[in-house]
């Protein structure tokens, strides 16, 4: 049984023996959409900002999924029309 901190940062949205790994969130990223050039992706500059307010981010769990929204970050933050889910956008908004 695991602590009740640990359980309480358990995203909302998955059976909590799924995991998420880097590989799969490295194929998702493969798909067309998100290649460079792509109209629905932001620039890598802002991509890599985005990013590395998550990766300071409390609400990071695993390095990859945000327990805000439940998100995987590395996608999320590719893509012009998301913001943080934090109010009001509280770390990176969408991107005009
Ligand atoms: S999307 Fe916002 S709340 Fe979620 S990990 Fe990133 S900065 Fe934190």
């Known amino acids: ?4 901190n640990e359980a309480d ?3 909302k949205g998955c059976r909590s023996d799924f995991r998420v790994t880097e590989e ?3 194929k998702i990223l493969s798909s067309p959409m998100f290649r460079p050039g792509s109209v629905y992706c932001v620039p890598d500059a802002v991509y890599e900002e ?5 990766r300071a981010c409390p609400k990071l769990i695993d390095g990859h999924t945000c327990v805000a929204c439940g ?3 590395r ?6 029309e998301k913001r943080c889910p934090l109010p009001g ?3 990176w ?4």
């Not at 985005?50 to 998550?54: E, V």
């Not at 908004?93 to 005009?96: F, G, I, R």
């Open 89 to 91: 956008g509280a770390e």
């Open 50 to 54: 985005r990013l590395a307010r998550c």
């Open 93 to 96: 908004e969408t991107y005009a």
């Open 75 to 80: 996608i999320t933050a590719k893509l012009k």
């Open 71 to 73: 998100c995987l970050v």
């Open 9 to 11: 940062r358990d995203c």
């Open 24 to 26: 799969r969130i490295d």
């Open 1 to 4: 049984m695991r602590a009740g």
